[in-house]
Each structure stands twice: as C-alpha cells, then as structure tokens.
C-alpha cells in the first residue's frame, strides 16, 4: 500500500481510506472486526467514521463497533490513523434538544468526549465537521478547538462537505488566531460528479489540505451499474437504489454505458477503473472506500495498486468532462 501526507501535516496515511459507515446498519460486528483486520494487513491505516453512523436509533453504533475492534488490543489502535466527525444531531430521535448538534462549543466539547468514550480511545486523530455550521462564527469554534488539542484530545481538523469559500474564512480566521486551521476536506468528488474541481479542489489545494474524496462510486452508478442491472438478482442490489435512478435518464444512461464500454475494452473493472483514477487527481490523499464485505475491500485494494494507461485518462475525461478552472469554466 502507498503511503502520503495528510495536507500540510506530517502524519502518514494510506492513500486508501476505509470508510465504516456500512459497520453497524448493514454489516455485523463479526464482519466489521475482519473486515478492519483485513484492512491493516493490506496496509490501509486510515479509518474514517462519524459520531452519527449507525443512524437512527443506533446512532453511535458505528464508532462503538470500530472501539470494541480497538479494544482487542495487538496495536490495532497504535496501527490506526482514526478519523470522526461532529455536526448531526445525537439527540434521540423525537426528543429534539437544544446544543445537540452542529458547532457550537458546548457541542463540540460534549461530542468529542462521547465520541473517545464510544472509540475506546484518549485521542482523535483527525475531528472533521461534518457539515458547515452557519449560525456559529469560525472564532468561537477554533476557541473550542484550541483547547481540546491542548488537552490532547484531538490532533488535527478537517471539513467536510464546505464550499471553496468556507475553507478559506475557516483558515483566515485560525490564521489570526494562531491556530493551526483545517488540514484536510471531505469532498463529494468522482468521475461523474466534478464540480468540486472549480473552487473546493483549489482552495484545498492553497491553504494545503489534503482531499479526501467520498462516494467515489456515486452511488453505485460507476460501478458497472449496467452490467449489474442486466445480470439481475443480487448483482442488480449491489448497484443501489441512487444507481437504478439515474440510470432512468437517458443521458446518464448513455454516459455510464460508454463508461462501461470502454472499460470492457481494456479489460478492467468498472469500480476499480474509478477508484484509480481519484489516485491521479492533484491534491487527492485518498479515496473513501465503505465495503459491506472482504471481498469488496479486497476490489480497493487491487484498484490502488492500478495504473491507468494515456489512453484509458483521455476515454475517461471525454466521457466525464471536468468543468475547467474557474473562471474559466464560466465562460460562454
């Protein structure tokens, strides 16, 4: 596995990230556990999780699946990079209750000490907000993080799912502080869905953070959607419900199956084409990876050590188009 720099930091992580979202809603604690031990010994240190997954009623069960993994004790918590998040609310579900969610300090405070509770852990590596918060300034949430590293608590920050615009306020205002600022952003980005290139990948890339893109798959949709749907049974499942919806337009249908097609040509598969690709893209750390099972995980860990051909990286751009630079991109 190959190794980078989260953004401007020195920490070293796997330039694939496993995602848990899937630990908990759809795959047991059994699974969860090999499927994390499998993990590390392909070499994937970096773990992302949020304070929400699990979802619902379980909502936190996720990070308490990937604690109980850490408690089995044989370095796993020494081997792991553990990244969470904080924004959505943990009240249970019914019971709305003020400074329960997004950003404020009294949040962040409260979620942080539940998040090491539920991780089995006394620090978090990477505590990214997991949404933009608009009714809380910048000064008073870099207030509450400064003292949580102090504590060491936490080691870094990261964003996720912020505009070009909200990373540079976030690091103009830690830059007046004297605090450290985001090192990292959590971006929708893939082949089919490049807007992230005309100002979040950019700014990113300025105030040096790393870019840690999830849904690389969009859903399912590029990997191999249609020859899921046209197998049926199970194969059809796996694409996903976002998957079979976008396939209604004939557009996108018309897109997936050149997609589809030219891979075909060149003998490689569809998921791993597209998980190797984020791996070219300047500034990208790692793609977030959420197998349900070994055998999916084992699918990632082939696509990162896979090198894209000349011609293979032009097929894809004619057939997915970035936007172009800004402002380019707006040009008519």
Known sequence: MEYTQLGRTGLKVSRLVLGTMNFGPQTDEADSHAIMDAAIDAGINFFDTANVYGWGENKGRTEEIVGSWFGKGGGRREKTVIATKVYGNMAADGEPWPNTDKLSALNIRRAVDASLKRLGTDHIDLYQFHHVDRATPWDEIWQAIDVLVQQGKILYVGSSNHAGWHIAQANETARRRNSYGLVSEQCLYNLAERRAEMDVIPAAR???????????????????????????????????????DALKNPAVREQVQAYEDLLDKHGLEPGEVALAWLLTRPGVTGPIVGPRTAEQLASAVRASELTLSDEVLSGLDEIFPGPGPTPEAFAW
Do not use: F
Request: aromatic share 6%; glycine share 28%.
């Open 206 to 244: 300025e105030y040096g953070l790393g870019i840690i893109p999830w849904s690389p798959l969009h859903g399912g949709l590029l990997g191999g959607a249609i020859r899921k749907e046209r197998e049926g049974g199970a194969g059809a499942r796996t694409s996903g419900g976002r998957a079979a």
